[in-house]
T-cell receptor, first 112, second 113 residues
Framework: DAKTTQPNSMESNEEEPVHLPCNHS???????IHWYRQLPSQGPEYVIH???SNVNNRMASLAIAEDRKSSTLILHRATLRDAAVYYC?????????????FGQGTILTVHP | DAMVIQNPRYQVTQFGKPVTLSCSQT?????MYWYQQKSSQAPKLLFH???????NEADTPDNFQSRRPNTSFCFLDIRSPGLGDTAMYLC????????????FGPGTRLTVL
């Protein structure tokens, strides 16, 4: 499985934008980029995913580099509820379903 | 309404005493997964079912087994728990589409004494 590299931790202030980077230099053409987050004492939850184009949904935006070797998850206005571990994960559509291999993730701290 | 339910939420067992964790889903998804998450670590896939087909990860200990009697339910059996099996156990489901979201349950926190 192609691997991802994320910073161990990041900090933000409430209501400010947050840009969470992810490097995936060995990504293959069949790999989708997924982001999940895990709030304290909960199971992970889906945030967003993409293949080549930038993506937006109600939770966040995903900016994918043109060469696909890196991506950035953007939280437009951080809230205290966004404090979580954010995982950037690759899954291949070469299989018939998406198997996720979690890396260590980025611990996001949001200050009031 | 909860879509992936795990029972119990907390389980304490003794060293070597078999334990079964339960997962049920209301999403009618083909694929069900079991992950182990130790303290301050990322979730690690143990195995998954694609319909009735069982797929074990290469490094999952033989001590861990699973059953899926029907689409809705999946069980994780730990035959002889060791102290190192203390962890959060997460169940997840998805459709048979590699782009599809995985839906996770709240987890069962297992403590082995």
């Amino acid at each position: 499985d192609a691997k991802t590299t994320q910073p161990n931790s990041m900090e933000s202030n409430e209501e400010e934008p947050v840009h969470l980077p992810c490097n995936h230099s060995t990504i293959s053409g069949t790999d989708y980029i997924h982001w999940y987050r895990q709030l304290p004492s909960q199971g992970p939850e889906y945030v967003i995913h993409g293949l080549t184009s930038n993506v937006n949904n109600r939770m966040a935006s995903l900016a994918i580099a043109e060469d696909r070797k890196s991506s950035t998850l953007i939280l437009h206005r951080a809230t205290l509820r966004d404090a979580a571990v954010y995982y950037c994960i690759l899954s291949s559509f070469g299989t018939s379903y998406g198997k996720l291999t979690f890396g260590q993730g980025t611990i996001l701290t949001v200050h009031p | 309404d909860a879509m992936v339910i795990q029972n119990p939420r907390y389980q304490v067992t003794q060293f070597g005493k078999p334990v079964t964790l339960s997962c049920s889903q209301t999403l009618n998804h083909n694929v069900m997964y079991w992950y182990q998450q130790k303290s301050s670590q990322a979730p690690k896939l143990l195995f998954h079912y694609y319909d009735k087909d069982f797929n074990n990860e290469a490094d999952t200990p033989d001590n861990f087994q699973s059953r899926r009697p029907n689409t809705s339910f999946c069980f994780l059996d730990i035959r002889s728990p060791g102290l190192g099996d203390t962890a959060m156990y997460l169940c997840a489901t998805s459709r048979d589409d590699p782009t599809d979201t995985q839906y996770f349950g709240p987890g069962t926190r297992l403590t082995v004494l």
